[in-house]
């Protein structure tokens, strides 16, 4: 079988339960498949290793280029094509059949970048209908770049990027799927959008910051970016406009989670502005005279 011109990039930390599939499904069809470890205190390195991929130590340095940016900057860059796997997905049997149309048919690739949906599963359900999350996975190193923008004191994301898109151009969409299923207890989801919430946070706190990172959403993230009654809008679409009840119970939660996501970015915004205020109230005016 003909390998895939690409290398597969999976970032990890602590992916004991996952990477092992994950590792297995891209193995035979890509040309490289490399694992980012940021320090995983369980078994994560050695299961990848075992399963053929070769593991690449990463300690951040608290400044840019964050992680998946230092992966196209160091990652096998003989290589110009990328795709970024989480280590709780896996690549479809009809995204690898659109991926080798693409890349074997013998014509130059035109798009600098590829959009993928995900194929979600929550609480141990793929979900068929509701929100659709879409990532632009697939992306050729020399005409694409993260962005920087200024969120290094930001809480929540650390050595990730955050919620926002590689900058390319064109792009294209895909309709194969990566499949995103997570082993972890339901719980980690929680913990995870716990911390993102906080990212979500401090930008609502910083409007010039926040639009930096508007411009390199899609289309439809800036379009909700700047949504009123997020938590009402984040459930009315992926329960009811995107027939997310037709996923039963595992479809009703996901769509509750992901509003209370939104309305715990809500609720920690406004602490934080009136902290920030009362911060800003009780700080001295310059050249005043201490009491």
Known sequence: MTRL??????????????????????????EAVVVVDSDSTDATRELAGTEGAEVVPYTWDGKYPKKKQWCLDHVRPDIDWVLFVDGDEAPSPKLLA????VFLDGRPVRPAAFDIPLGYWFAGRRLRHGYTIVKRALVDRTRTRFPEPDDLDAPGMGEQEGHYQPLADPVHRLSGTLEHNDLDPVGTWFDRHNRYAQWEAWL??????????????????QLFHRAPFKPLVSFAYGYVFKRGFLDGRAGFDYALGLSLYRWQIGVRAREMA???????AERPAPGALPR
């Open 5 to 30: 011109p690409i290398v597969v990039v999976i970032p990890t930390k602590n992916e004991e339960r996952n990477i092992a599939g994950t590792v297995r499904s891209v193995i035979d069809h890509f």
């Open 98 to 101: 659109e991926l080798r149309h």
């Open 204 to 221: 609502e706190c910083r409007p010039e910051v926040r639009e930096q990172i508007r411009t390199a959403k899609t289309r439809a993230g």
């Open 274 to 280: 009136r902290l920030e205020r009362e911060a800003g």
